[in-house]
């Protein structure tokens, strides 16, 4: 079982860039997806981004491409992401989770952090 811990996370003024980072707890995530996520307050969780943990294959979200990459230390078991260029509406909490390759389903999630952009 995979368990995660993320840090990072804070205030920012728009234009800047904050980096987030979570650790994977796991004999081996080589057949895993790290994923990130956010929820604004009184909105729906969205996805952000995800990596294969092996070939480090990325996807993202329309609202966030161009602007945040997503990336791994394999040796430090650690997903970063890291976003530049940020706007208030990227205010949200930040998750980050995980998934089976070839699956659906994120079955472990991060404890969330705080990420406020200020206009």
């Known amino acids: 079982q995979v368990q995660l811990v993320e840090s990072g996370g804070g205030l920012v003024q728009a234009g800047g860039s904050q980096r987030l980072s979570c650790a994977a707890s796991?004999?081996?995530?080589?057949?895993?997806?790290m994923g990130w996520f956010r929820q604004a307050p009184g909105k729906e969780r969205e996805f952000v981004g995800a990596?294969?943990?092996?070939?480090?294959?990325?996807n993202y979200a329309d609202s966030v491409k161009g602007r945040f990459t997503i990336s791994r230390d394999n040796a430090k078991k650690t997903g970063y992401l890291q976003m530049n260029s940020l706007k208030p509406e990227d205010t949200a909490v930040y998750y980050c989770a995980a998934k089976l390759r070839g699956t659906t389903e994120y079955t472990a999630w991060g404890q969330g952090t705080q990420v406020t952009v200020s206009s």
């Open positions: 796991a004999r081996t995530l080589t057949n895993y997806v």
């Open positions: 990596i294969t943990w092996s070939e480090q294959l990325t």
